[in-house]
């Protein structure tokens, strides 16, 4: 079974530029999480979908961050614009039932 | 609230038990889980346990849970130096599939 697929790997961009992240998760997972992971913390829950419905995004700052799952399979992240402390590792994770939770690589994202 | 609480290093030597230990908050959480991360990549799942649960082993792996003092410890038998990584506890709420994170415990594996 292949796992949680996410582009691209790193990523550096400067203050207010634009960027996106993509998220394939597992075949047959209902469930898609975008998490921010900050230098020396654990992750933090962005936003989280049931097929393609947000079921909880009251992390997401919803000013500058966007996701979508168009039909209910894959899904993208977005930021615009960025800030320096948008500098983080940002995962992606896929659950069939919401009882566990599998993760992708992350994208790294440096942001100057 | 929510607050899931780890310790942030630990270092043992080869073949030694490990023991890192998670305090959580939230008396209504179904599962507790602990999670590996490595240099640069994701988290791995390692293991889970039910709140009905007292202790889950997997091979090298002891999960105990003190529901009463919300105390969750994983232990890991004969470490090795490919154990050497970050070690997550994280807690679902009952009713949701909202997973809370602790900060993570940097294993370091001496040879």
């Known amino acids: 079974e292949a796992g949680v697929a996410q582009s691209p790997r790193y990523k550096i961009i400067e203050k207010r530029q634009s960027v996106a992240f993509w998220c394939n998760p597992i075949?047959?997972?209902?469930?898609l999480y975008w998490y921010q992971q900050i230098l020396g913390q654990g992750p933090k829950l962005l936003i989280q979908?049931?097929?393609?419905?947000?079921?909880?995004d009251s992390q997401l700052p919803k000013d500058r961050f966007s996701a979508e799952r168009l039909k209910g399979v894959d899904s993208t992240l977005k930021i615009q614009p960025a800030k320096l402390e948008d500098s983080a590792v940002y995962l992606c994770?896929?659950?069939?039932?919401?009882?566990?939770?599998?993760f992708g690589p992350g994208t790294r994202l440096t942001v100057l | 609230g929510e607050d899931v609480e780890q310790s942030l290093f630990l270092s043992v030597r080869e073949g030694d038990s490990s023991v890192i230990n998670c305090t959580y908050t939230?008396?209504?959480?179904?599962?507790l889980y602990w999670y590996k991360q490595e240099p640069g990549a994701g988290l791995q799942l390692l293991t889970y346990?039910?709140?009905?649960?007292d202790m889950k082993q997997d091979q090298r792996l002891t999960v105990l849970l003190n529901k009463k003092d919300k105390h969750l410890s994983l232990r890991i038998a004969d470490t090795q130096t490919g154990d050497s990584a970050i070690y997550f506890c994280?807690?679902?709420?009952?009713?949701?599939?909202?997973?809370?994170f602790g900060t993570g415990t940097r294993l370091k594996v001496l040879a």
């Open positions: 994770a896929s659950g069939r039932s919401g009882d566990t939770q599998y």
């Open positions: 075949s047959g997972h209902a469930t």
């Open positions: 979908f049931q097929n393609n419905g947000v079921v909880d």
């Open positions: 939230d008396s209504s959480s179904t599962y």
């Open positions: 346990i039910f709140s009905n649960m």
């Open positions: 994280a807690e679902k709420t009952s009713g949701t599939y909202k997973y809370i």
